[in-house]
Nanobody, 124 residues
């Protein structure tokens, strides 16, 4: 499975960005997609996760109400819509694929495949 993350950029506080994670390869849609981020000097943290079919999107508390996952199955692409961005959202955002369950979807170790990351910078 290959993952290509895109859509990062520079935005002012309060603005919006939409990240995309394009999945390819055999069986790509058998895996759940997770979004993680890593800010400078900090550990990578969970942001959100969703399945290709069924399931309910799951969000970290720090982004709940501001970020939304959507998907385009025909394009094998999962999106992360980020609204009301804050300077503390500045990070490299990664998408990952894994065979996760509800109790594991927030953990990096549950994901087998990772995209290259896309930089999001929010200015104050």
């Amino acid at each position: 499975v290959q993952l290509q993350a895109s859509g990062g950029g520079l935005v002012q506080a309060g603005g919006s960005l939409r990240l995309a994670c394009a999945a390819s390869g055999q069986g790509a849609r058998e895996y759940s997609i997770g979004w993680f981020r890593q800010a400078p000097g900090k550990e990578r943290e969970f942001v959100a996760a969703n399945r290709w079919s069924g399931g309910v999107p799951f969000y970290a508390d720090i982004v709940k109400g501001r970020f939304t996952i959507s998907k385009d199955i025909a394009k094998n692409t999962m999106y992360l819509q980020m609204n009301s961005l804050k300077p503390e959202d500045t990070a490299v955002y990664y998408c990952a694929a894994g065979r996760t369950i509800a109790s594991t979807r927030r953990y990096q170790s549950a994901y087998n495949y990772w995209g290259q990351g896309t930089q999001v910078t929010v200015s104050s």
